[in-house]
């Protein structure tokens, strides 16, 4: 088998960043099967896995590392401060990487939340306000029944 889909590989650089930054081969093969070895190696050959060993608990052991072209690749696509919202008690709950959050649905509560975010996360606070803005106006959409007419009882944006 000489073909593998690209987006295996992003698979892969996903997985090693979610592992933090370096995976092994068996972590590989839980995910991949008998291919994780095609896969990993399409992904050295494009230079976004190097090989290299890790101290662990006295062990060495062999272990594959982000390099600097994919961590650069991964800050240009990924979405640093990923954002998930729902309706809840008549307030929204956002999910984001810092931890659950409630909050009204308003413009200053959502805006408070974002300069919060942003700070954390390294972006823009209006990029971040966005997503938030976003993610409120589709878990208001989702809500049902009491839900709904809770959340549009507060100010609208």
Known sequence: ????????????LKIAVGLGGEVSYWDL????????IYVLEKAQ??????WT??????RTRIV?????????????TMDKCPVEAEARGGRLVFTTPLGTYAAGYSPSAL??????????CGEDRREVYDKL????????????????????????L
């Open 133 to 156: 803005k976003k993610a409120a106006e589709r878990a208001v959409r989702l809500a049902r029944g009491l839900e709904r007419w809770l959340l549009y009882g507060s100010i609208s």
């Open 29 to 36: 093969h839980r995910a991949f099967g008998e291919e994780a």
């Open 1 to 12: 088998m000489d073909f593998v889909e690209l987006g295996k590989v992003w698979r892969v």
């Open 53 to 58: 060993r890790a101290e662990r608990g006295g």
């Open 64 to 76: 594959y590392r982000l390099t600097k072209r994919a961590i650069e690749m991964i800050d240009m």
């Open 111 to 120: 805006l408070s939340l974002a300069e919060k975010l942003a700070e954390a």
């Open 45 to 50: 050959e494009l230079r976004l896995l190097k």
